[in-house]
């Protein structure tokens, strides 16, 4: 059975950084392309950033590109989102999901962890 669970979210001022993590377990995590999604209230789900599944190759969005970084390592089944320069319209529910190969969408996601930026 195909667990993901995020951690690291919290309440950060604006302009400060923050570091999530995802702990993947159930299937081959270094098999598969993985991402990152937000949700901010009010508003739907938004990618964020990918990685492919050996780690060498990373896609962002443009509203976090040079500013959030992910990565992954493949011996920890662990995904990571480094985030700087953090904005309030960073505020948002984030997501670690595992790509469904082929389709362009995801078949499994965590539960989310906060992330408020506010002064």
């Known amino acids: 059975q195909v667990h993901l669970v995020e951690s690291g979210g919290g309440l950060v001022q604006p302009g400060g950084s923050l570091g999530l993590s995802c702990v993947a377990s159930g299937f081959t995590f270094g098999s598969y392309w993985m991402l990152w999604l937000r949700q901010a209230p009010g508003k739907g789900l938004e990618w964020v950033a990918s990685?492919?599944?050996?780690?060498?190759?990373?896609y962002y969005g443009e509203a976090v590109k040079g500013r959030f970084t992910i990565a992954r390592d493949n011996d920890k089944n662990t995904l990571y989102l480094r985030m700087i320069g953090l904005k309030p319209e960073d505020t948002a529910v984030y997501y670690c999901?595992?790509?469904?190969?082929?389709?362009?969408?995801?078949?499994?996601w965590g539960q989310g962890t906060q992330v408020t930026v506010s002064s």
């Open positions: 990685v492919n599944a050996g780690g060498g190759s990373v």
């Open positions: 999901a595992k790509d469904l190969p082929g389709t362009g969408s995801c078949d499994y």
